[in-house]
């Protein structure tokens, strides 16, 4: 008789495994840590994340799996397989460079944000965001989207007595429980069109539903995607964004930018591709029209933020998160039409990881340059370089990179390997939107990079770069520029291993 207990492989789910425990360490010392060390509950968590990470590296040798089912070995609701270990890495890596940036935003606003709750809360949600990608069945999928998704509520209005933060956390939480519901909706739907939660099972499943079941199939496929295009801030659910990370502490602005939409795209990508491939003809056009709108929506707000140099520079990011979102969605509807989906979401990941290194670069300059300046507007760039000659060639250096410009290589090579995607799977038409909105971005990246170079207004505010800001920036900094020397790198590291 076999048992019905399993044997846990406890280094496949180290790297979630080890983010939670740091949070729970954080939280039962910040009830015994005297006021005056609670700063070392940051090195803590920097600690804790940057082990967190290091921690995939002895994966990366084979696939593993636990927790599968009994009788069926090959089915399974953990997987540490190359895609796994890749957003891993993004999200761990993502993490790690938030809360470099924290700890400078906790030592200048100490007495609005809480230090103990406030690590709890980041390593969380990052513990969840780092499940997410080795989920492979609807109930762990849904569980880590929800561990990355609460804590995160928390975080952007967690600033003592700022209206704008709760505001912010509120329309945060609104829109994000719509998505949680419609997603939840969508996947019972397919349990009970298929009668089983693993996704491998789900994809054999249901392209045999009987026919009085075939209607919910499609609806429960419908709702699914419409809750992660929630998640991924994809147009017209995009409507949250501005406002929640303009009301959010800077660092959880930058951390939802890029860990936030990892988790989405990571959801979207194992329900369409590996659940749903024989429903291709309903995911494949919808995410196609998805990804044109997204990226057309963005880019023209952005556009109108970029034309004042009184708008806020964090909103004017979140615009442009929402355009780049659009462009992550190209290659996995080309996945859909094209004989080679791994190459397609290959492109999405190495687009993902770019985004995330750039992007996260210029939020870190943003915290820097908000450090003197409260309301961190567009025109408070304006001579940086007299001031900070390094800071301004990096930021200069990371819009070229979200614009696709050289010396930016690594942000063109990105944007190629989607038009590629997009070509060689037929969408012509969706590759001459993209061009389009190139186009458009061009103009508002390189209208805040030319004023990084202007004379300034008035005598120029220094600005002191602590060491976590430091840090953070050198390693974005010389992640950008590295990838950009060789951006074949990327590719080959990101080869997904999902099929």
Same mark, same amino acid.
Request: proline letters at 5%; a positive charge.
């Given at each position: ?24 360490? *954080? ?11 609670? %700063? ?161 099972? /789900? ?32 147009? %017209? ?21 890029? /860990? ?8 979207? *990508? ?61 290659? /996995? ?106 186009? /458009? ?59």
């Amino acid at each position: 008789m076999s048992s019905l207990v399993q044997s846990v492989d406890w280094l496949a789910i180290a790297p979630p495994t080890l983010a939670a425990v740091t949070g729970l360490l *954080i939280l039962v010392a910040d009830l015994f840590v005297a006021e005056h060390r609670k %700063p070392l509950l940051g090195g803590l968590a920097v600690a804790g994340l940057a082990a967190a990470t290091l921690m995939l590296l002895p994966l990366l040798d084979a696939d593993r799996s636990t927790f599968c089912l009994v009788g069926d070995p090959g089915t399974c609701s953990y997987t540490a397989d190359r895609f796994t270990l890749v957003i891993q890495f993004l999200v761990l890596g993502g993490a790690l460079l938030t809360a470099l940036l924290s700890v400078t935003a906790l030592d200048d606003d100490r007495r609005r944000l809480p230090g103990g709750e406030y690590w709890f809360l980041l390593l969380s949600s990052a513990a969840g965001a780092a499940l997410l990608p080795a989920a492979r069945d609807l109930a762990t999928l849904v569980v880590a989207l929800e561990v990355a998704s609460l804590p995160a509520f928390a975080l952007v209005g967690l600033r003592h007595g700022d209206r704008r933060s709760s505001e912010a956390a509120l329309k945060f939480f609104l829109s994000s429980v719509t998505a949680t519901a419609v997603t939840l909706m969508g996947v019972s739907f397919l349990y009970a069109a298929t009668g089983s939660l693993h996704l491998t099972r /789900i994809a054999t499943r249901i392209q045999d539903v009987d026919g009085q079941l075939h209607t919910l199939a499609q609806t429960g496929v419908v709702l699914t995607l419409v809750g992660f295009a929630f998640k991924t801030a994809a147009a %017209p659910f995009h409507f949250w964004v501005p406002d929640t990370y303009v009301g959010a502490p800077l660092p959880i602005a930058a951390y939802l930018s890029v /860990i936030g939409k990892a988790v989405g795209f990571t959801g979207l *990508i194992l329900v369409t591709v590996v659940a749903l491939p024989s429903y291709a003809d309903v995911w494949g056009p919808a995410l196609a029209v998805l990804a044109a709108l997204t990226m057309t929506v963005g880019n023209v707000g952005a556009l109108r933020q970029g034309a004042g140099r009184a708008y806020s520079a964090v909103r004017l990011l979140a615009w442009s998160s929402i355009g780049q979102a659009g462009f992550l969605l190209v290659p /996995i509807a080309a996945a859909a039409y094209s004989g080679d989906a791994e190459k397609s979401i290959g492109s999405t990941v190495a687009y993902a990881l770019m985004y995330a290194a750039v992007n996260l670069g210029a939020f870190a300059v943003a915290a820097l340059v908000g450090r003197g300046h409260r309301l961190n507007r567009v025109a408070d760039y304006r001579g940086l370089y007299a001031t900070n000659p390094l800071t301004a060639l990096l930021m200069g250096f990371f819009l070229l990179c979200l614009a696709g410009l050289p010396p930016g290589i690594i942000g063109l090579f990105a944007k190629v390997t989607v038009f590629a995607a997009a070509v060689d799977a037929g969408l012509g038409w969706l590759a001459v939107v993209m061009a389009v909105n190139v186009v /458009i971005a061009l103009v508002y990246y390189l209208r805040w990079t030319a004023l990084l170079f202007r004379a300034p207004d008035g005598t120029p505010a220094r600005h002191r770069l602590p060491a976590p800001l430091t840090a953070a920036l050198a390693l974005t900094g010389v992640l950008g520029v590295a990838l950009s020397g060789a951006p074949q790198l990327i590719v080959r590291f990101t080869g997904t291993g999902l099929f």
